[in-house]
């Protein structure tokens, strides 16, 4: 590909941002990150197609979206097999004609002492966090390939991926290392192809995932005591902290950004 600036050090610097008219594909739009992923993108005038099991969530996210007027297709499933994430690609390219941008918000976190963990619960975190982008990652290429080269991915990595916890995290924490060096060799393999492929890492942020970390008393209140005294910000996080460093890496703001994991933890990991 020629290299092309982003900007041309005159225009007003916003319109790096626009994704307007852009086909994104988020996977995992069920969850708080994906849900606040595809508003985020609607609101920016992308047309989207939104993944993820629970029908009924999708379709629900799909109907306030469309009502404020944004092109939105849905397909049910999970990234589990080549079939789906395939099955998913295809939707965005039959709707919107490209696939232009590619967001995986799916994850799952199984926490237990490691001498008492199940194999199953490794495979099920392992499979959702590391095969399942890398399945989503591998057909959102083929796509942007056959499109001759171009496309953004952001994967969801966590500040877990670079630090490790006592509490029952073994499974989840390699995981999220996978998915930063998956981001990175795919940076490398695809940079040559203007595909520009990165991580946001989020420290912890209010989903149905960390639910239990927001009890007034118990374990939860434990823990977040302990991780908010090491967060400068002093504050856990909203999926909402998260969509300014998502516009930068599915726009053109990004363009010479690739292969880089970006914490936006409230400078957890900074101290
Ligand atoms: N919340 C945090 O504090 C935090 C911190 C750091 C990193 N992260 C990461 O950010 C991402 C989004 O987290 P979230 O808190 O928004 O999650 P969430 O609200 O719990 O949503 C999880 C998403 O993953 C999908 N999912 C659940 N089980 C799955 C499986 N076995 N295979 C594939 N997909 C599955 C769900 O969709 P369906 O059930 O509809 O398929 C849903 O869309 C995850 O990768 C997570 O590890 C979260």
Redesign the pocket.
């Known amino acids: 590909m020629s290299a092309q600036l982003a900007w041309d050090g005159v225009s007003h610097p916003s319109a790096l941002f626009d994704v307007s008219g852009r086909s994104a594909l988020v996977v995992?739009?069920?969850?708080?990150?994906?849900q606040m992923a595809a508003r985020a993108l609607a609101a920016g005038g992308a047309r989207l197609t939104l993944t993820?099991?629970?029908r009924e969530?999708?379709e629900e996210l799909a109907k306030s979206l469309r009502s404020r007027g944004a092109a939105v297709e849905v397909v049910a499933r999970?990234?589990?097999s080549d079939d789906d994430a395939g099955a998913m690609v295809s939707a965005a390219a039959k709707a919107y004609g490209r696939l232009d941008i590619l967001v995986v918000?799916?994850?799952?976190?199984k926490v237990a002492p490691t001498v008492e963990q199940p194999v199953e619960d490794w495979d099920?975190v392992m499979?959702?966090?590391v095969k399942?982008p890398w399945l989503a990652c591998r057909a959102a290429g083929r796509q942007f390939l056959r499109q001759g080269g171009g496309g953004k991915i952001v994967l969801?990595?966590?500040?877990?991926g670079r630090l490790g916890h006592p509490a029952g995290y073994a499974a989840y924490c390699p995981s999220?290392a996978a998915v930063d060096l998956l981001a990175k060799t795919l940076a490398t393999e695809w940079g040559p192809q203007g595909i520009n492929v990165n991580a946001i890492a989020?420290?912890?942020?209010r989903?149905?995932?960390?639910a239990w970390m927001y009890a007034e008393e118990g374990p939860g209140a434990v823990t977040r005591q302990a991780m908010l005294s090491r967060i400068p910000l002093g504050r856990l996080a909203e999926?909402e902290d998260f969509a300014g460093a998502l516009l930068y890496l599915v726009s053109r703001a990004s363009d010479f950004c690739t292969g880089q994991v970006l914490y936006v933890d409230g400078g957890y990991t900074a101290g």
């Open positions: 995992g739009a069920t969850g708080a990150f994906g993820g099991a629970n969530k999708l999970r990234p589990e918000a799916s994850g799952l976190n099920a499979s959702a966090n399942g969801l990595s966590s500040t877990r999220k989020p420290t912890v942020f989903s149905d995932l960390t999926p």
